[in-house]
């Protein structure tokens, strides 16, 4: 898949989360790595602090953003075909984006769950 098209599913995994959530997203990045993850099984990673462990001196001086990397490689060779990559790249970046929000893995596979028994990933 070229990048672009990888990109626009990102693009559109963020859009389909609903408006209350995206307005909520603060000081974060998603950032797409072409190749694969360091140890070849993550297929995202959040960085930073979580707006559930922000303080109230948070944003007081400037803060770079939190970052959210996707890697193109590794979700591709899961997938195993273009036709899985829509839906497991919105699972990635919701799941990651649970972590911006202070979710635990516990936590985001509940919600995971919760997800696909409504048909959304």
């Given at each position: ?7 626009n ?52 001086n ?5 970052k ?32 911006h ?21």
């Open positions: 898949m070229q990048r672009q098209e990888f990109e599913l990102i693009s559109q995994a963020v859009e389909a989360l609903p408006e209350r959530i995206r307005e909520k997203l603060n000081n974060v990045e998603i950032v797409l790595e072409e190749g694969d993850s360091p140890n070849n099984s993550l297929f995202g990673l959040y960085h930073g602090v979580s707006q559930l462990h922000r303080g109230s001196s948070y944003g007081m400037p803060t770079m953003p939190d959210i990397t996707i890697w193109k490689g590794t979700i591709e060779k899961f997938a195993g075909s273009d036709l899985a990559i829509p839906n497991l790249v919105r699972r990635v970046v919701w799941h990651e984006i649970g972590h929000f202070g979710f635990d893995e516990a936590g985001i596979r509940k919600l995971e769950q919760k997800w696909a028994s409504e048909g959304k990933v």
